[in-house]
């Protein structure tokens, strides 16, 4: 088991940066792909990053390619992703998750563990 627990969410004005966090215990020694995810109200939950085990495969949505920055640091346990140029469309509850294996996955459901999430809010 893992558990995941998110951070550095808040309100922002467009232009803007902030970096989440995603903290990781538990059964944290096996070899876990990870990635962030978003859902705004009324929207399906969307990929946004994804990070291999060892870090160094890094992928992005479109929407986040050039402005996210998706990284980990295994010694700590810990994954970030740190956004700037902010839109209000990036307006939504980001989460953190994980995968048994190495690499990311796109798709919500390939991930077997998962936080609670932080809200990111962007005014314009």
């Known amino acids: 088991q893992v558990q995941l627990v998110e951070s550095g969410g808040g309100l922002v004005q467009a232009g803007g940066s902030l970096r989440l966090s995603c903290a990781a215990s538990?059964?944290?020694?096996?070899?876990?792909?990870m990635g962030w995810f978003r859902q705004a109200p009324g929207k399906e939950r969307e990929f946004v990053a994804g990070?291999?085990?060892?870090?160094?495969?890094?992928y992005y949505a479109g929407s986040a390619k050039g402005r996210f920055t998706i990284s980990r640091d295994n010694a700590k346990n810990m994954m970030y992703l740190q956004m700037n140029s902010l839109k209000p469309e990036d307006t939504a509850v980001y989460f953190c998750a994980a995968r048994s294996g190495s690499l990311w996955r796109t798709t919500w459901d390939e991930y077997d563990y998962w936080g609670q999430g932080t809200q990111v809010t962007v005014s314009s």
């Open positions: 538990g059964r944290t020694t096996s070899s876990y792909g």
């Open positions: 990070i291999s085990w060892s870090g160094g495969g890094t």
